[in-house]
């Protein structure tokens, strides 16, 4: 998530000519909420692993909420059809264009042909363990309701990082509440070595948070109905 942000989230708000304005009022739905320490992501069995010395983390959820009505029904029907929908979603969709035309120009080559780079293979992809999206992503855990992701560095890459993270991408369906809630949640941290600090900037967090709410506006179309 980190490679290319700056130049992704100018391309994807100020290129297609859309003002500043128009973007948060695109995206006013989609609301970070609090992310507790107890939170599962915090608990995952890879963390101590991928970051050994317990480093500071940047992390966040952002969630949006559909009336179940809203969403296709034959998603609701299928275990799991719901999020790799909306993971598909994620990577196809127009708000990953830009920083997947990046990665595709530096990155695509024969030694990562076997993953997923068009639009067409990141709208069909189920998102299997192993999977992965264009040498920037990895699922290494996938439930019916969440597939969790590496980020940061090239999933060739399987060492300890200098900057490494987890992205979970959820689709809970409460139908006792009558919506689905959609998540995209974010933990990124430095691998190697000792920090004191948070591995993100303060402004650079700020630009990764508005490209989680772009990623996301862009993933619900591939969940509701039209």
Known sequence: MIRGLK???????????????AFFFATRKNVFVPLEPTDAIFQHHLLRKLNPSSNPTMHDVCVRRIPISDIRPELLDKEGGLVEAFCAGVWSGWGYKAQR?????????ASTQSQLWSPEQLRTS??????????????IEKTPTSI????????????????????EISAVAKHDEGVVELGLKTCFFQGLGKAQA???????????????????????QNVVRH
């Open 7 to 21: 130049t992704t989230l100018k391309i994807a708000v100020y290129g297609t000519g859309a003002s500043l304005g």
């Open 101 to 109: 035309a990046i990665l595709a120009k530096v990155f695509q080559d």
């Open 126 to 139: 189920e998102y299997s363990l192993g999977t992965m999206v264009t040498d920037h992503f990895e699922v």
């Open 148 to 167: 969790i992701m590496r980020s940061g560095d090239s999933p060739r890459n399987q060492a300890v990082r200098q900057v490494d993270g987890l992205f």
């Open 198 to 220: 948070s591995p993100v900037p303060a402004p650079i967090e700020w630009l990764h948070r508005q490209y989680v709410k772009l990623l996301l506006e862009t993933a619900v």
